[in-house]
């Protein structure tokens, strides 16, 4: 029997695809197994030099502690000075939403608002004037433990931290070395008016183990193609006193001494050019510094947004500023020092409301401290009219410096700091 055409080409086409098909499978069943592409991993974040990556859990214990008002008021007036906060950190009426890094996939942390009458006291150790026992008038520092952090090294390590002058056949002028011998005035007269004290450092020497030597790979890394080698071993040294110095000192800091307050001493200076033959200037002036003022190039970097929100969430802001105004106040009677102003434009510092001496910006001392920091910065290391104090030492009494009668610039120095803290903490009991 003859078969119809169309039948016999549908046969041919069937016949033609099962062989097509089996040679299909045998040669692939050859072929050897290719796993699949695994996803490329998200960027790290950015970070600081030296910061290890933040650990957002830890804001967890703040869910519920703040209103969406009181946040937004302390993030614009306080702790940034533009917008680039705004990339990172979205509010609703409800919570806020935070970038935990700089890429797209990474994980949201999510901050939950209190209702308006309903916050509650964020955890944290250390504590308040007003949440102190009461005291007596003579020991109105009972109860507080206070950290003094001598500001630099000092010693060997002073022209490295370009902290050091010297004028002709006077002296050197060593901040590290003046800040430490303040901090040995200041201690027990802070002892004696009750509070418990702990000094950061001890002696001319860093704190941290680490040396410029191990920082060369990364100063290397950080510095470009271009840079010399001089260029580099001044990129570790500056890691090792900038960096890695105010790093073991915070986790000194936070791990183990855990105060209350700690005060940063330091001295101020303004360009001197070389410090064989340095500027003098014919001004002087007082200033104190709170932790806020996050640059836009700062807020972008994920250690330091997380350190900005952990201030702001712990109101570290609000007991600086009561601290501060009241030793701004007390030091600039005693020394009669004028305020420091910063320009108007600055991109790194905000005025505190209400007190010319007070300031705020973001370092990494004041930024690290898990607590509240008064950065001090009085006087001026190459000014006409605090050098010569400089040069006399210290002395108990009176003598005549420039033509009156003075104390111990070191003496003033203490005295100040140690009648101001007396002044708060007095006047904060007697209003329980």
């Not at 704190?207 to 470009?224: D, F, K, M, N, Y």
């Not at 190039?297 to 250690?303: K, Q, S, T």
């Not at 969430?313 to 020394?335: K, N, P, Y």
Request: aromatic share 8%.
């Amino acid at each position: 029997m003859i078969c119809n055409p169309t039948r016999r080409l549908l046969l041919l086409f069937a016949v033609a695809t099962l062989v097509a098909v089996g040679f299909m499978w045998k040669f692939q069943a050859k072929l050897p197994s290719v796993s699949p592409t695994p996803s490329p991993k998200p960027a790290p974040p950015a970070l600081s030099m030296l910061a290890p990556p933040p650990d957002w859990s830890r804001l967890e214990i703040y869910q519920n502690t703040i209103t969406r008002e009181e946040f937004e008021r302390l993030l614009t007036t306080v702790f940034t000075t533009g917008n680039a906060w705004r990339e990172s950190i979205e509010i609703t009426p409800t919570e806020a939403r935070i970038k935990t890094g700089s890429s797209p996939s990474d994980a949201i942390f999510t901050l939950h608002f209190a209702p308006a009458v309903g916050e509650t006291a964020a955890p944290r150790h250390w504590h308040t004037a007003s949440e102190l026992p009461p005291t007596t008038p003579d020991k109105p520092l009972a109860g507080l433990k206070i950290a003094i952090d001598p500001g630099h090294i000092g010693g060997e390590w002073a022209k490295m931290e370009e902290r050091w002058m010297v004028v002709g056949d006077g002296k050197p002028v060593c901040e590290g070395d003046m800040t430490l011998q303040v901090a040995q005035l200041l201690k027990p007269k802070i002892e004696a008016l009750g509070a418990s004290v702990s000094l950061v450092r001890e002696k001319n020497e860093p704190v941290t183990p680490i040396r410029p030597e191990s920082l060369l790979t990364l100063a290397r890394e950080s510095s470009g193609p271009n840079a010399s080698p001089a260029e580099i071993q001044k990129t570790a040294e500056r890691l090792f006193y900038r960096t890695a110095e105010i790093r073991a000192r915070a986790d000194l800091v936070n791990t183990t001494l855990k105060p209350d307050l700690v005060l940063c001493l330091h001295f101020n200076a303004e360009p001197w050019g070389d410090p064989k033959q340095p500027i003098l200037i014919d001004r002087t002036h007082l200033h104190l510094l709170l932790n806020g003022a996050y640059g836009d190039d700062e807020v972008i970097l994920a250690d330091q947004r997380f350190a900005l929100l952990e201030k702001l969430l712990q109101r570290t802001h609000q007991e600086e500023a009561l601290v501060g105004a009241s030793v701004a106040d007390t030091f600039a009677e005693i020394s009669h020092l004028p305020p420091y102003v910063y320009p108007p434009d600055s991109k790194n510092a905000r005025p505190v409301a209400g007190h010319l001496y007070l300031w705020a910006r973001n370092l990494l001392a004041n930024r690290l401290y898990d607590c509240p920091v008064i950065f001090m910065e009085p006087y001026v290391m190459n000014s006409t009219i605090d050098y010569p104090r400089f040069q006399a030492g210290d002395y108990d009494g009176l003598r005549e410096i420039g033509g009156k009668m003075q104390p111990s610039i070191f003496r003033e120095y203490a005295d100040a700091v140690a009648t101001g803290l007396a002044n708060h903490y007095r006047s904060r009991s007697e209003a329980k």
